[in-house]
């Protein structure tokens, strides 16, 4: 096999084309609108039909990349990521836009859970949660950059990002299947799979200490998706924003908020803990995603956006970390958990911001800010679960 470092930056590259896809889209949807006139309703079900076709067709593909294999899920989810892509590049009509999107997520599916097990295959109970933090960041990235890639391709046309994202797809599909090497199954792991098949995954969320946890993460992650989903149409509808400025706007704050957790995410952690972090990422979000609203000038605009990304930016990492650190050798199951309450805020967030914004184009940007703010009473009552529960876990596992 190749070194665990060269395989980690496959994998993580691999994960976060498939969640570039998702915000390609973003900012050609204003064109997309005039041309084929669709509502705001249909454009938040169109963003939706990703995550919807991702959160169901994912158990099947995880059973499959343990049945079949981790590299060939990975490389078809790629091949099938491309040619999306490239589908939703040549498509005129909405149903095969749909059908785009929808295939899109089937490869999102593909490729999470092959290589969330690929991961947890290469590294150790040490090393895991570092690696699953990377994971997350890699998605995070990639479905926040996806805009500004995506408008910034547009200016050369509005179906360029998409098929730039589709050979971009099929080239990392081509590396993967040249450099990737199906790893050796750990063991381990599959024993703490096999002593826990018999427990209702949904029941063990209901019971268990990351209750709260993925709550918070179905929040922050709505309050995301409203916020960026709408993010094109809103300033178009309100400032006449052309896909160039979008991208700026976008990008710009990516990189802020990628910065700002490079220079501020350690060390808040240690003065504060994860969860007063949260607390305070939620607030910053909730007030900076209603500031939006009541924003008129240029600049203005700029500010409150990219301070909107340090909130969300500084949200996931102490979230994964917090889970990392309670979780033991629960590692899978967790990372299953975060992907899932992330798909249904992706799925749900669109939707009902796209029924509001036919409505008031304001409207999606009150509901999320209100639902963000529900989080931030949700960790007033959020407590950390003793370091004797911890102990008392693993040494069950280690039995």
Same mark, same amino acid.
């Given at each position: 096999?190749?070194?665990?470092?060269?395989?980690?930056?496959?994998?993580?590259?691999?994960?976060?084309?498939?969640?570039?896809?998702?915000?390609?889209?973003?900012?050609?949807?204003?064109?997309?609108?005039?041309?084929?006139?669709? =509502?705001?309703?249909?454009?938040?079900?169109?963003?939706?039909?990703?995550? $919807?076709?991702?959160?169901?067709?994912?158990?099947?593909?995880?059973?499959?990349?343990?049945?079949?294999?981790?590299?060939?899920?990975?490389? =078809?989810?790629?091949?099938?990521?491309?040619?999306?892509?490239?589908?939703?590049?040549?498509?005129?009509?909405?149903?095969?836009?749909?059908?785009?999107?929808?295939?899109?997520?089937?490869?999102?599916?593909?490729?999470?859970?092959?290589?969330?097990?690929?991961?947890?295959?290469?590294?150790?109970?040490?090393?895991?949660?570092?690696? $699953?933090?990377?994971?997350?960041?890699?998605?995070?990235?990639?479905?926040?950059?996806?805009?500004?890639?995506?408008?910034?391709?547009?200016?050369?046309?509005?179906?360029?990002?998409?098929?730039?994202?589709?050979?971009?797809?099929?080239?990392?599909?081509?590396?993967?299947?040249?450099?990737?090497?199906?790893?050796?199954? @750990?063991?381990?792991?599959?024993?703490?799979?096999?002593?826990?098949?018999?427990?209702?995954?949904?029941?063990?969320?209901?019971?268990?200490?990351?209750?709260?946890?993925?709550?918070?993460?179905?929040?922050?992650?709505?309050?995301?998706?409203?916020?960026?989903?709408?993010?094109?149409?809103?300033?178009?509808?309100?400032?006449?924003?052309?896909?160039?400025?979008?991208?700026?706007?976008?990008?710009?704050?990516?990189?802020?908020?990628?910065?700002?957790?490079?220079?501020?995410?350690?060390?808040?952690?240690?003065?504060?803990?994860?969860?007063?972090?949260?607390?305070?990422?939620?607030?910053?979000?909730?007030?900076?995603?209603?500031?939006?609203?009541?924003?008129?000038?240029?600049?203005?605009?700029?500010?409150?956006?990219?301070?909107?990304?340090?909130?969300?930016?500084?949200?996931?990492?102490?979230?994964?970390?917090?889970?990392?650190?309670?979780?033991? @050798?629960?590692?899978?199951?967790?990372?299953?958990?975060?992907?899932?309450?992330?798909?249904?805020?992706?799925?749900?967030?669109?939707?009902?911001?796209?029924?509001?914004?036919?409505?008031?184009?304001?409207?999606?940007?009150?509901?999320?800010?209100?639902?963000?703010?529900?989080?931030?009473?949700?960790?007033?009552?959020?407590?950390?679960?003793?370091?004797?529960?911890?102990?008392?876990?693993?040494?069950?596992?280690?039995?």
């Amino acid at each position: 096999m190749k070194t665990p470092k060269i395989t980690l930056g496959l994998l993580l590259t691999n994960l976060f084309i498939a969640f570039l896809g998702i915000g390609l889209v973003i900012p050609v949807l204003p064109t997309l609108v005039n041309e084929l006139g669709i =509502t705001g309703t249909t454009i938040g079900y169109l963003t939706a039909a990703f995550a $919807l076709a991702q959160l169901i067709v994912s158990p099947f593909a995880g059973r499959a990349a343990d049945k079949w294999g981790r590299k060939i899920m990975i490389v =078809t989810g790629l091949f099938i990521f491309g040619l999306s892509e490239f589908l939703f590049g040549i498509g005129k009509e909405i149903e095969v836009l749909f059908v785009s999107r929808i295939l899109g997520g089937i490869s999102a599916a593909f490729i999470m859970p092959a290589v969330t097990a690929f991961i947890a295959d290469i590294t150790t109970t040490e090393t895991r949660p570092k690696a $699953l933090g990377y994971m997350s960041a890699a998605i995070s990235t990639g479905f926040i950059i996806g805009p500004g890639i995506g408008g910034f391709l547009a200016e050369f046309g509005t179906r360029v990002p998409f098929f730039f994202a589709g050979g971009f797809g099929a080239l990392a599909a081509v590396l993967s299947l040249i450099l990737l090497t199906e790893p050796e199954r @750990n063991e381990d792991e599959e024993n703490i799979e096999g002593a826990e098949a018999g427990k209702s995954g949904f029941r063990r969320v209901m019971e268990s200490k990351y209750f709260l946890a993925f709550i918070l993460i179905f929040i922050a992650s709505f309050g995301l998706a409203a916020f960026e989903s709408f993010f094109s149409l809103f300033v178009d509808h309100k400032f006449g924003f052309k896909p160039a400025d979008i991208a700026i706007v976008i990008t710009g704050g990516a990189i802020f908020g990628a910065v700002s957790q490079i220079l501020l995410f350690d060390r808040l952690t240690r003065i504060w803990g994860e969860i007063k972090l949260i607390r305070c990422s939620l607030l910053l979000s909730s007030l900076l995603v209603f500031l939006m609203t009541v924003v008129h000038s240029y600049f203005a605009i700029l500010l409150v956006t990219f301070l909107v990304f340090v909130g969300f930016d500084l949200f996931r990492p102490a979230i994964t970390s917090y889970l990392s650190n309670i979780a033991g @050798n629960e590692q899978g199951f967790v990372g299953g958990m975060n992907s899932m309450f992330t798909s249904l805020a992706n799925i749900s967030g669109p939707i009902i911001g796209g029924m509001l914004f036919d409505i008031d184009i304001n409207y999606p940007y009150y509901f999320a800010a209100f639902v963000t703010a529900v989080g931030i009473g949700l960790t007033l009552v959020w407590k950390k679960p003793a370091e004797k529960a911890s102990k008392v876990v693993k040494a069950i596992y280690k039995e």
